[in-house]
């Protein structure tokens, strides 16, 4: 079974950029895959950031990006705020019998 | 603005099924993809399956023996049941909105849903 790994956490300062990778087990990830990536705040539903890779949703802030870097999905925060501190997750799509799979996800703090 | 929400029962006892429904508010339910998502208390999400408008099913393979989903366009909403349930099966569960370019936007607000006796 494809396993999708990501950082399980990750640290940035105020202002800070970080970038949260997306790996998958069946080998590099590219725009077939179609990487989404989500923003889960504690007690609240995901929210939709980014999908095919970069494409921003009307709602997604300009601070944030998706690319593909190093044979993985990538999600760029640029200019970091205290707001960004949350759980993200990314998800792939794999095709045949299990299309998608969700990334373990990273705890991103703003510190 | 497109919604979506879930419902049915807060606690189901274990061996029996989970029935959960999402209903859609703002957009058609047609030429979409409906996703069920789940999330079990402080873990990462899982993606159950997805049903599409004409209402042909894609299970995750962990679950299919388990799962089945259905679709009602008149009434725009789509249904989840999971037989069988343990305690494992214990998360809120979220229905999400999929389109054919792979694309997931919009999602529920997520229903808890326990299993015990």
């Known amino acids: 079974q494809t396993v999708v790994t990501q950082e399980p956490s990750l640290t940035v300062s105020p202002g800070g950029t970080v970038t949260l990778t997306c790996a998958s087990t069946?080998?590099?990830?590219?725009?077939?895959?179609?990487p989404n990536w989500f923003q889960q705040k504690p007690g609240q539903a995901p929210r939709a950031l980014i999908y095919s890779t970069s494409n921003k949703h009307s709602w997604t802030p300009a601070r944030l990006s998706g690319s593909l870097v190093g044979g993985k999905a990538a999600l760029t925060l640029s200019g970091a705020q205290p707001e960004d501190e949350a759980e993200y997750y990314c998800?792939?799509?794999?095709?045949?019998?299990?299309?998608?799979?969700f990334g373990g996800g990273t705890k991103l703090t703003v510190l | 603005q497109v919604q979506l929400q879930e419902s049915g029962p807060g606690l189901v006892k274990p061996s029996e099924t989970l029935s959960l429904t999402c209903t859609v508010s703002g957009g058609s339910i047609s030429t979409y993809y409906w996703n069920w998502i789940r999330q079990p208390p402080g873990k990462g999400l899982e993606w159950i399956g997805y049903i599409f408008y004409s209402g042909s099913a894609t299970y995750n393979p962990s679950l299919k023996s388990r799962v089945t989903m259905s679709i009602d366009t008149s009434k725009n909403q789509f249904s989840l049941n999971l037989n069988s349930v343990t305690a494992a099966d214990t998360a809120v569960y979220y229905c999400a909105r999929g389109d054919a370019k792979r694309k997931v936007d919009y999602w529920g607000q997520g229903t808890l849903v326990t299993v015990s006796s």
């Open positions: 069946t080998g590099a990830v590219t725009s077939s895959y179609y």
């Open positions: 998800l792939l799509y794999l095709g045949g019998a299990q299309p998608w799979v």
